[in-house]
Nanobody, 118 residues
């Protein structure tokens, strides 16, 4: 499976961005999907995940109420709507796919840079 993330950019504090992740090569609806991020000098951290059917989602405490993860199985696309962005949201954002069989996020996209300026 291939994952291509896009939508990153430079935004001011309080602004919004929507990230997209197009999945190809396998049946998108078979995968739970997630977003992760990695800031310079820091470990990669979980941001959000969504179940295969789109009915269940989890968020890191740091983004709850500001970020919304969603998916369009017909378009094989994962989204992350990010509102009220803060400087600490600056990072490279990666989308990832997980199957029930493995139970881990084993497929990753190349990442898209999000920079929030104050």
């Amino acid at each position: 499976v291939q994952l291509q993330a896009s939508g990153g950019g430079l935004v001011q504090v309080g602004g919004s961005l929507r990230l997209s992740c197009v999945v190809s090569g396998r049946t998108f609806r078979n995968y739970h999907m997630g977003w992760f991020r990695q800031a310079p000098g820091k470990e990669r951290e979980f941001v959000a995940q969504i179940a295969r059917g789109g009915s269940g989602a989890d968020y890191a405490d740091s983004v709850k109420g500001r970020f919304t993860i969603s998916r369009d199985n017909a378009k094989s696309t994962l989204y992350l709507q990010m509102n009220n962005l803060k400087p600490e949201d600056t990072a490279v954002y990666h989308c990832a796919a997980k199957t029930i069989l493995t139970g881990v996020f084993g497929n990753w996209g190349q990442g898209t840079q999000v920079t929030v300026s104050s």
